[in-house]
Structures are given as C-alpha cells and as structure tokens.
T-cell receptor, first 113, second 113 residues
Framework: DAGVTQSPTHLIKTRGQQVTLRCSPI?????VSWYQQVLGQGPQFIFQYYEKEERGRGNFPDRFSARQFPNYSSELNVNALLLGDSALYLC????????????FGPGTRLTVT | GQSLEQPSEVTAVEGAIVQINCTYQ??????LSWYQQHDGGAPTFLSYNALDGLEETGRFSSFLSRSDSYGYLLLQELQMKDSASYFC??????????????FGAGTRLAVHP
C-alpha cells in the first residue's frame, strides 16, 4: 500500500503570496493532521481533520487554513506568506482519531523569499 | 500547558547501547510516543507507552513512569543507520484535537564506527 503522499515536494514563494499544499492519506485512514517543522525543531501541530471536520487547531494565525475532502485527502492553505513561514510542512494520517501512531508523509519544503 | 524536554545531542559507537531521556509536563496524559527522523526524511513511529513499564520492539525499547512524568528510549546494538533525530511526543488534550501530538525538540543521535 502507498504511504502518505504530499505535493509538491519543494516550493519557493515570495512574501505576500499564497500557497496550497496537498496531502493524500494512507488508504482507509480518515484522520489527517498538519504539522510545521522548522529546522532543528520538532514538528508543531497546525490542524487535525477527521471525516471532513476540523477537530483541532494549533497556535497558528488565521492566515493558515485547511480542509479535508470526501476522499479524505486534505489541503493546507497559507495566505500572505511571511519569511517565517519557511519550513517543512508535514502531513500525517491515522486510521481513527485519538491514535498515538501517526504516519507522516515526506513533507513539502516551503521557502519564502 | 504542555512541554517536553530531551537532550539535544547524544553520541555513541556502533554496537553500544544508548538511552534518550524525555521529561514531560502535560495537563491530562494520553501516552508517550517516540518517533525517528533521518535527515531529509519524515518522522516514523517507533513506539508508544500508555502505562508504566517497558515496551520492547526489536532493538528498541521504551519506558514510561507516569508518576515521574518521565520516559526513555533505549537503543541496543547500535548501527550506523540509527544516526537520526529522535523525538518524544505526547498527545495533546482533547480540546486541542484528538490527534494533536506535541513533540519535543528532538535528540540528534550520532553513531560512530
């Protein structure tokens, strides 16, 4: 079975632009979470979606938004990009909610210039 | 709030045993997990402890003491491929999302010949 996939793998944007990152969970997994990882730090939770509903939100500004589609894939949108948004954005899926075992995708490396 | 502390770096030689400690502060406890991340790669799940004691998975073991808010990851028979960053993580409170994982800053393990 295919693992979690994310696209694109790398992205370069300029300040003020908008970006959309995509994630496809493992087949059968209904929960998708998004994390931001800055170099040298652990992943920071952004959002969790389950059955197309937002189930949790981390301490990120409203410039960050996400959604989950009927096929359980998900998009993360970031508006008005700042230099500080440069990071690795990770998507993780799990079969159900409340599972400590999450499966991470390879991430999207976003660079804001 | 919730926070985790782990050493930033650990160095060991091939064939040795290394222990990576993690202390946590959390309002409500839903288990301690460990993830491995190679440079440029995605975090991968290693182990999970919900109850006190030792969990063994091959060369890796994880221990938890809830009364001490402390856990550790034990890596035996170290191999060069074990060089990676290791993160401990606790699941956040339900109000933050059922799948919200809070990660430590990570311990970078370097295995030398």
């Amino acid at each position: 079975d295919a693992g979690v996939t994310q696209s694109p793998t790398h992205l370069i944007k300029t300040r003020g632009q908008q970006v959309t990152l995509r994630c496809s969970p493992i087949s059968g997994h209904k929960s998708v979470s998004w994390y931001q990882q800055v170099l040298g730090q652990g992943p920071q939770f952004i959002f969790q979606y389950y059955e197309k509903e937002e189930r949790g939100r981390g301490n990120f500004p409203d410039r960050f938004s996400a959604r989950q589609f009927p096929n359980y894939s998900s998009e993360l949108n970031v508006n008005a990009l700042l230099l500080g948004d440069s990071a690795l954005y990770l998507c993780a899926s799990s079969l159900l909610e409340g599972r400590n075992e999450q499966y991470f995708g390879p991430g999207t490396r976003l660079t804001v210039t | 709030g919730q926070s985790l502390e782990q050493p930033s770096e650990v160095t060991a030689v091939e064939g040795a045993i290394v222990q990576i400690n993690c202390t946590y502060q959390t309002s409500g406890f839903y288990g301690l997990s460990w993830y491995q991340q190679h440079d440029g790669g995605a975090p991968t799940f290693l182990s999970y402890n919900a109850l006190d004691g030792l969990e063994e998975t091959g060369r890796f073991s994880s221990f938890l003491s809830r009364s001490d808010s402390y856990g550790y990851l034990l890596l035996q028979e170290l191999q060069m491929k074990d060089s990676a960053s290791y993160f401990c993580a606790v699941r956040g409170s339900v109000s933050g999302g059922y799948n919200k994982l809070i990660f430590g800053a990570g311990t970078r393990l370097a295995v030398h010949p």
